[in-house]
């Protein structure tokens, strides 16, 4: 037992209050130590009441995600069988690659308050101070090596879902992977794999959400192009609520992926932003500029450009030129 299993008694207590006896009595220890457990978690920044005859009573919690809890509600079949919570990491893509190696299960989900290195598409840095999502999840795929590109749009879908549903706003989705409000970025994935030639060994789906940290954190040319999700409600953001949101959507779209992933192509052509626009796409030391016209079935974009040929491209970053069809 320890101060984890303190806050699911007092967060589960429909009174709101525990006894110290109560306490004691389920963790198998003395009164005292209970106290010194209360103390611990009083100096992370929760705040608790304590009544003589009542007993202990959870006024607020710090804002970490609470693995304890977010696991407790959590009723998926693959997503979130393994939560590994991490105060701070390099990047959570990297470790789940080195953990996948290690024979993690699938669906492990690994997942840091802040990353130092944190990874973009494209090798850029994904900016990753507190207060936002930081996760990546271990996946195990039996399908072909082909079909890989789709679960980043799995996932894109799966963030923008959970989005629409907590901010009831309108959401967008950016060729390949770029989860907008309002046309400004509010999450990003990024996808690595393991894989032989017929075979996915494993694909890590990293997914950054901005949550609620100061905007004013972002470098400029960031800023310009990005938000937060508590910036677009003006209300700060219930990151345990969210993250349970986003695995419990993520497992259900994971498991439609598997059964028919036309499902998912369907999904996110629906909620894109960028098909049928007239785009420019820059990327890997080449620059496109054409009509947006279609995904392929392992998601690239299909530009038509002004001489008419159709052309397919697998990574870049698109511009959405507005006015011209
Ligand atoms: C993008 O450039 O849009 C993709 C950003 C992906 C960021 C996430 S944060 C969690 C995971 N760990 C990383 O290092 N990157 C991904």
Redesign the pocket.
């Known amino acids: 037992m320890n101060k984890d299993d303190i806050l699911l008694l007092l967060r589960s207590s429909r009174s709101g209050f525990v006894s110290g006896a109560a306490l004691a009595a389920s963790m198998g220890v003395s009164r005292t130590a209970v106290w010194k457990h209360i103390k611990a978690l009083e100096r992370e920044g929760y705040c608790i009441d304590a009544v003589p005859s009542k007993g202990y009573r959870l006024i607020s919690a710090p804002d970490v995600i609470v693995v304890s809890d977010v696991k407790q509600e959590l009723r998926t079949r693959t997503v979130g069988r393994e939560i590994v919570p991490l105060a701070e990491t390099v990047?959570?893509?990297?470790l789940a690659m080195d953990l996948a190696q290690k024979g993690a299960v699938d669906g492990t989900v690994v997942i840091a308050e802040t990353?130092t290195?944190?990874?973009?598409?494209?090798g850029?840095t994904?900016v990753?101070p507190r207060g936002n999502l930081?996760?990546?999840v271990i996946l195990r795929p039996a399908v072909p090596v082909h079909k890989a590109p789709l679960i980043t749009l799995m996932g894109a879908v799966a963030v923008a879902a959970v989005v629409r549903e907590y901010l009831k706003v309108p959401v967008g989705i950016k060729w390949p992977?770029?989860v907008l409000v309002s046309g400004k970025?509010v999450a990003?994935?990024?996808t690595e794999m393991s894989a032989e030639p017929d075979r996915i060994r494993h694909i890590v789906l990293?997914?950054?959400v901005n949550v609620n940290m100061d905007v004013a954190e972002l470098p400029p040319e960031v800023r310009k192009i990005s938000t937060t999700l508590a910036a677009v409600t003006g209300k700060h953001v219930d990151r345990n609520k969210l993250l349970k949101m986003l695995l419990a959507e993520l497992d259900r779209w994971y498991h439609r992926f598997l059964k028919n992933e036309a499902e998912v192509l369907r999904a996110w052509e629906g909620l894109n932003v960028t098909l049928g626009n007239r785009v420019t796409v820059s990327g890997a030391g080449a620059r496109f500029e054409g009509l947006a016209r279609s995904l392929d079935d392992e998601g690239r974009l299909i530009l038509k450009l002004d001489d008419g040929t159709l052309r397919q491209v697998a990574a870049g970053d698109v511009t959405i030129i507005k006015g011209k069809p």
């Open positions: 990047s959570t893509n990297t990353q290195g944190g990874k973009g598409r494209l850029r994904w990753s930081y996760l990546s992977n770029d970025k990003g994935l990024l990293g997914i950054g």
